[in-house]
């Protein structure tokens, strides 16, 4: 589903909270719908974290190679908890 958008994402057009709502309206629900019959190993959880954080970077128009940290991306976002987190609550 984030792909799909990816104009979107890269837009300098759009500001960085519409992105956002876009994100928790679109990626999100599918990634959660798709984990309800998922058996997350810790190799899955590692996997959905670095894609989850490649999207983040992507919505603020950064490259791992500005070389900011995670924590830094989350906190200026204001993700209080990762897709991990949200899939155990759920699941």
């Given amino acids: ?3 799909t958008i990816n104009e979107i994402w890269r837009s300098k057009n759009i500001k960085t909270a519409t992105k956002m709502k876009l994100y ?3 990626v999100i629900p599918v990634v959660m719908y798709g984990s309800e019959c998922w058996c997350l ?3 899955d959880e590692s996997r959905l974290l670095v894609a989850e954080m490649s999207w983040l970077r992507r919505i603020l128009g950064r490259f791992r190679r500005n070389r900011i940290r995670n924590e830094v991306t989350i906190k200026e976002l204001g ?3 990762t897709l991990i987190d949200k899939i155990r609550k759920d699941g």
Avoid: A, S
């Fill in 1 to 3: 589903m984030f792909g």
């Fill in 79 to 81: 993700q209080e908890i």
């Fill in 24 to 26: 928790g309206t679109f």
């Fill in 41 to 43: 190993l810790k190799v």
